[in-house]
Structures are given as C-alpha cells and as structure tokens.
C-alpha cells in the first residue's frame, strides 16, 4: 500500500486528464491483466456507467473515500477495502468527498484501457475535451468509446447515443488520431484537425 499523504499534486509527472479530475500512474500490462493506480480530485465523478465485455475489474482503496457502482447499487469503500466488478456488469464511481481519493485498479485479462486514457489525455491536451459536458466534449467522448467499443461499452447513455454523437462528430469533421500513428504527448505539441 502507499503512503496515506495524498495529495493530487504527488502525482505530478503521471497521466492527466483534467477533464476527467484525475490522473493515473499506469502499472503492469501485458496479456493476464493491466493494473494501475487513480488518484480522483475531490468531487468528481466517474465515467459514464459502462461494462467490460471480456475484463474483470477490480477498485482497492488506497487513501479516501470511493463510490461505486455496481449494477444498481452504490456502494462507498475506503481505505484496504476492494469491490470486484465482474465482466459485463455495469459500473462506475466517483470521488463524493472533499478529499483526493486513490485507488488501485486491476482489469484482468489485459487490454487496451491505458491506450484508451492516453487517448483521452490527448484530446484535453489539445483542447478537444473541456469537460464531461458540453458538445464538443461529449462528441469527442463518444468518439472514443466507439473506437474501443471492443473493451468498453457506455450503458448510460446507452452506445446507440455514443454510436450518434460519434457520427454528429465525422461529420462535422471531428477527427481523432489514426491507430499506430505516433502522437504527441500531453504536454507536447497539439495535433490538429478540429
């Protein structure tokens, strides 16, 4: 376990996302299982309620206080605690306090879920994802989760919004980064397109 000291700052240099209050220190990934650590801004809540069609999950508290949801029922675990998300079940969480929560997840087998963040990171970088409203942000967003609707699948909205908006998105001319092509950073130079 880590230091019970959390701050949002100690995680300077790791992946942010500032759309999203949060940022993540990516841990072990390869075919058995991708791991990592999340540490949430104070009030902030999670992603859309999604499913993991071929992964299981796994959230332990580190330091804070963290909701989850599991099918229909939320539930707050702190400190040492663990919530196992099966495969297919919908879940999500937040950060309801006014302190940083830090957990540490655990998605088995691996997959594609920090190309995914990356991704995400990317677009806020350029300026293409403000917020988790809004939409431009909400159209970038969907655009996303139909790129990697292989792992990840929204509930609510239900994918035939995101399958929507997504479209909206080509063609208004949104673009995301092709696959296999490098792209800056966070912090780097922007890529283009609108």
């Known amino acids: 376990m880590m230091d019970m000291d959390v701050t949002f ?8 996302i500032p759309p999203f209050g949060l940022k993540i220190r990516f841990g072990d990934h ?48 702190g400190p040492g605690e663990s919530v196992d998300i099966p495969r297919g079940t919908p879940h999500t969480y937040r950060n309801g306090s006014g302190a940083v929560c830090e957990f540490e997840y655990r998605l088995t087998p691996g997959g594609r879920f920090a190309e995914m963040m990356r991704e995400f990171a990317r677009l806020a970088a350029a300026g293409k994802l403000r917020g988790t409203s809004g939409p431009r942000s909400l159209i970038y967003m969907a655009m996303v989760f139909i790129r990697y609707a292989d792992e990840v699948r929204s509930v609510r909205p239900p994918m035939a919004v995101m399958r929507g908006l997504a479209w909206v998105g080509r063609a208004l001319g949104f673009r995301l980064p092709e696959l296999g092509v490098q792209v800056a950073e966070p912090g780097a130079a922007a890529d283009g397109g609108a």
């Open 9 to 16: 700052e100690r995680f300077a240099g790791d992946l942010t």
């Open 30 to 77: 390869g075919a058995d299982a991708e791991t990592g650590v999340v540490c949430l801004r104070p009030r902030v809540s999670g992603p859309p309620v999604h499913t993991h069609a071929r992964q299981d999950e796994r959230f332990t508290v580190v330091a804070g206080t963290l909701g989850v949801l599991v099918g229909e029922v939320w539930r707050e675990i």
